[in-house]
């Protein structure tokens, strides 16, 4: 079974979601980051949306607004079997059922008419195609809004936080999917949240269907991605390639990064590129092979991987970040690094790495400011990063000068990790330097010798407190295990 999954990009995150669970019990998704290829013509992808059983179509105010969801839309009306195949979920938030949303949207639409109207009395005709057949898309898309409307808001819907805590039963049942079935099991084994019942059910699912596909690839995609149990999943995934579904390209881009994981590298390596042979366009398997080459030292390579990553699904925050760790870790080119790594904040706002190593640049530009900027917004997304709160104290210690700003900082990465060396290390170089205070130097640094014996920042410092506290036997002995 094949379902069409139209969404607004602004909404991935939900269809992402649908996706996983959908795909989990053996229905195929239709989507254009999976099926759309680099360069392809987008409009002869949606139209493609009538040539599957089913179109789910995840409807929001952006969703509402965009030409391109609505031109999908325009596609699907003129299939004589609509109404049996049209699938919405309304995103939670969403503006259409009250006369003044349905106005408000009618008046939307009317204004970008006018728009196109008034831009194409500016130039002359020969030079006015494109913008032609663009008014054309709105006034279709105008023309059909309100019947659109009308057979949505006419509807019993479901909405997506509602569908999301049934497994989408709703959309399930109305294509005919048999709720007692095996994909059922897997769908609430899925969502289960304590990831060792989750295990334990699956591994009984396994032994009472031990030749079921679909239950070979749930074991798989969750040891894999939860239970971090590589040998499993890399075992389910072989299974199945080789004994129901040599296919699939997402199953051999499993099967690689079982392997990876299990540092394999050149079979996972192998696995990926028969992955790219099934789909040259899996952005998934490029991400992968990206990683792969940078933890093999070929930068270069990976850079180009990263790259092609993003010539296809160019809205995924992880792949700028690591191609900007690329350009600045390992190729020097802090422009680049710092571009990549604004991009995958602006993708993934919260994304408290991209701040840290954002305000590594500036370190070593000596931009101090807008590095203690960077680091406190990423704090803000993240507030129990040990680290983060480290690399503050050192610069309200160093650049700063704000020791009480400072010991704050370094008290709270000592207290998210007390095993953290760099913290114990600064706080006690800010006690001595600043506060005066051996003792508690002491103690702290005692402390940090006894889970790195062997640290000779440790070890030195040890021996700078002891000199100071008049205590030259334990100072010299501290000082002879530096050397």
């Not at 008046?107 to 008419?113: A, D, I, L, M, S």
């Not at 009472?208 to 074991?219: A, C, G, M, S």
């Not at 500036?362 to 480290?390: M, W």
């Not at 700003?405 to 998210?416: Q, T």
């Amino acid at each position: 079974m094949d379902i069409f999954l139209s969404y607004n990009w602004n909404n991935k995150l939900e269809a992402d979601t649908i996706e996983k669970n959908l795909s989990s019990i053996g229905i195929n998704i239709k989507r254009d980051i999976n099926d759309i290829k680099y360069k392809d013509d987008l409009r002869s992808f949606m139209s493609q949306i009538t040539e599957t059983d089913y179109a789910l179509i995840l409807i929001s105010n952006d969703y509402l607004k965009s030409p391109n969801c609505l031109f999908e839309l325009t596609e699907l009306s003129k299939d004589k079997n609509y109404e049996r195949k049209f699938l919405p979920i309304i995103v939670d938030g969403a503006s259409l059922y009250s006369i003044e949303d349905k106005m408000e949207l009618i008046q939307y639409w009317e204004t970008k008419c006018s728009e196109v109207e008034n831009l194409i009395k500016t130039v002359s005709p020969t030079n006015a195609i494109n913008l032609i057949h663009e008014l054309k898309l709105y006034k279709n898309i105008l023309a059909s809004l309100d019947d659109f409307l009308q057979n949505i808001t006419r509807r019993l819907n479901v909405k997506y936080s509602d569908s999301l805590k049934t497994n989408f039963k709703e959309v399930l049942e109305f294509i005919g999917y048999d709720l007692n079935s095996i994909q059922k099991q897997l769908l609430e084994i899925r969502n289960i949240e304590d990831s060792h019942l989750k295990e334990l059910k699956l591994d009984n699912l396994g032994k009472e269907y031990p030749n079921n596909k679909d239950v070979l690839f749930t074991i798989g995609y969750v040891n894999l991605t939860e239970i971090k149990n590589y040998h499993k999943a890399k075992f389910s995934f072989k299974k199945y390639i080789d004994e129901f579904d040599s296919n699939s390209y997402l199953a051999c881009n499993n099967l690689g990064l079982a392997c990876q994981n299990l540092s394999e590298k050149d079979l996972a390596d192998k696995y990926y590129k028969q992955g790219l042979l099934l789909n040259k366009n899996a952005y998934q398997i490029l991400h992968n092979l990206g990683n792969l080459e940078a933890s093999n030292g070929n930068y270069e390579l990976a850079k180009e991987y990263f790259l092609r990553t993003i010539e296809i699904y160019p809205n995924d925050a992880e792949t700028f970040y690591n191609l900007a760790k690329i350009y600045t870790d390992f190729l020097h080119d802090f422009n680049l690094g710092e571009k990549y790594y604004w991009k995958s904040i602006q993708l993934e706002p919260d994304f408290f790495m991209a701040y840290n190593n954002l305000a590594s640049i500036y370190l070593r530009l000596q931009n101090f400011d807008r590095a203690i900027e960077l680091l406190e917004q990423g704090l803000e997304q993240n507030p129990n990063d040990y680290v983060t709160h480290y690399n503050l104290g050192m610069l309200y210690f160093n650049y700063k000068k704000d020791h009480i700003k400072a010991k704050k900082l370094f008290r709270n990465s000592i207290r998210l990790n007390n095993n953290y060396i760099s913290a114990k290390i600064g706080m006690a170089k800010l006690l001595i330097l600043q506060a005066q205070d051996y003792h508690e130097a002491e103690d702290i640094l005692l402390d940090a010798y006894k889970i790195e014996p062997e640290n000779k920042d440790v070890l030195a410092h040890l021996s700078t407190v002891y000199n100071l506290l008049g205590d030259e036997k334990k100072s010299k002995e501290f000082e002879s295990k530096v050397n």
